[in-house]
């Protein structure tokens, strides 16, 4: 079923601005908020079942209950707005046309984990959204929700925006980190994860910007309350991306009850494929997971309907299912090219390696070179193992997991479309003649 929890005042002008927002309900839940005990806040987003949106889907209370509180040392929260995995763009909708429902969830986030000093660490592709964001800022300081003595609580909050210089792997939480501090975005090794030892090896707790707007609805209506919205443990709303060969790509909030089918088949969502066209596979959650073709999309291994959730989407592990991710769902119908798909991805994850781990540095470069000789038609069929060993080799070998998701879509491609990788071996020249663009890679 369509959602409208974080979209709800979608259809409203000027919802942007401070005083359209505020008269349509913004900042009640910021006032109930400031008005509870931290830890009250702390329980209400555990009852609420959240699950971190930016992929990982770790529960969000369970996140903020792991924070380290030693006496006299600050602590910070830092909204992960680095938002670059291919096929996901549902934070960028959130912040260019709701930034204030995102200013209100990182203070009443802020409030509960008593962070006084609030970082949103945005992709530097998103230049426009900073101004959008720094005018929401303002417009909330001046209406005294930011600032010193917040509301007379005596609580103080400052949110600093900060521009990403361009690399993926700056949306691993640690590495974001790392460039926050003004250092080269390299991951750390966890433990010591960020809630113990983060920013300034200060206790940090980073949350995707999803997460953090969600925190409204759920002080708005009570943890138990959002919790009814979804199924199982995936609770809430999801907001979903989509891409690729779909008639109405765009932002969709559902929220977790409805069928792959009817999302990509009902006029409400993706509305369909385009010129009647068959649907070939699915990347439900951004590009690393694993690709599902459309054969075990829409039923699960024992047959039963496949949902759009964490669970269903999951169920059968990575031999028939996949992950919800990021919720960047992109489509291809059948003219699509498997090889020629992943080869992209490759080439992705290996410009985007940071290079402190051999079996990534390496390995994405040796991926992206295979692929390309057999989707240009110069593979041999020797190659397909490789491939296959080269993945199994990264995965799980790393410290971020960069390594991992560079290593599922090969997998997964290997898994469910061996016959495509060996249709470009056994017709060399007939590759090649397809293998038009081959020069802008
Ligand atoms: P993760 O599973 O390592 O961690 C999830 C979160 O839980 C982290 O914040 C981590 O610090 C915390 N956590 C886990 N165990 C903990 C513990 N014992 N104590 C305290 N905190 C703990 O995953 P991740 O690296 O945060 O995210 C990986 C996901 O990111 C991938 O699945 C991918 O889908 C997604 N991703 C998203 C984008 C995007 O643009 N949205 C880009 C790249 C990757
Ligand atoms: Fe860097 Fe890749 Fe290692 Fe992550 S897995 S730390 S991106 S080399």
Redesign the pocket.
């Known amino acids: 079923m369509a959602a409208k929890v974080l979209l709800k005042n979608d259809h409203i002008e000027g919802i942007r601005y401070y005083d359209t927002y505020r008269k349509h309900g913004g900042y009640e839940a910021a006032e109930k908020a400031l008005k509870m005990a931290q830890a009250d806040i702390v329980e209400e987003v555990k009852k609420s079942g959240l699950r ?1 949106r ?3 889907g ?1 529960p969000t209370g369970m ?1 903020w209950s ?1 924070l380290a509180k030693p006496d006299g040392v600050p602590r910070h929260l830092v909204c992960n707005a ?4 291919p096929g ?1 763009f549902k ?1 960028r909708y959130l912040m260019e046309f709701h930034p204030h429902i995102l200013i209100e969830g990182l203070l009443i986030s802020s409030f509960a984990l008593g962070s006084n000093a609030t970082y949103i660490y945005i992709r530097g592709e998103y230049a426009w959204i900073v101004n959008i964001l720094e005018e929401a800022i303002d417009e909330a300081k001046k209406a005294g929700w930011l600032g010193k003595n917040i509301q007379g609580t005596g609580f103080d909050c400052e949110i600093y925006v900060h521009r990403g210089a361009g690399a ?1 792997i700056c ?3 640690t590495a974001l980190i790392e460039s926050l501090e003004g250092k080269r975005g390299n991951p750390r090794m ?2 010591p ?4 030892q983060g920013l300034w090896m200060r206790p940090t707790v ?1 949350n ?1 910007v999803e997460t953090l707007a969600a925190v409204v609805p759920i002080i708005n209506m009570g943890g138990e309350e959002y919790a009814k919205i979804g199924v199982g443990r995936s609770t809430g709303s999801k907001l979903l991306s989509v891409c690729g060969n779909v008639n109405k790509p765009g932002v969709y909030e559902i929220d977790m009850t409805i069928s792959v089918e009817e999302f990509i088949y009902s006029d409400e969502y993706c509305g369909g494929i385009p010129n009647g066209k068959r649907l070939k596979a699915c990347i439900p ?2 590009s ?2 694993p690709i599902v073709p459309a054969n075990l999309l829409f039923k699960t291994a024992k047959g039963e309907t496949r949902y759009m959730n964490y669970e269903s989407l999951s169920d059968g592990g990575f031999a028939t299912g996949t ?1 919800m ?2 919720g ?1 769902f992109i489509v291809l119908d059948e003219d699509q090219c498997i090889v020629r798909h992943t080869m992209t991805l490759a080439r992705f994850y290996n410009h985007e390696s940071c290079g402190q781990c051999s079996p990534c540095r390496e390995g994405t470069g040796w991926m992206y070179k295979i692929l390309k000789n057999i989707e240009g038609g110069k593979g041999k069929m020797s190659d397909i193992g490789l491939l296959w060993d080269i993945q199994r080799r990264i995965e799980g070998n790393t410290i ?2 960069l390594g991992d ?1 560079a290593a599922w879509p090969v997998a997964a491609a290997i898994r469910h479309f061996r016959d495509e990788f060996e249709w470009h071996v056994n017709n060399p020249e007939e590759s090649q003649r397809r293998n038009y663009g081959l020069a802008h890679y």
């Open positions: 971190g930016g992929g990982a770790f996140k792991f680095d938002e670059s995995e996901t934070d993926y949306g691993e939480e966890k433990p994860f960020p809630a113990i980073v995707n959650g951004g690393s997971v992950m991710g990021s960047g971020c997991p998701a």
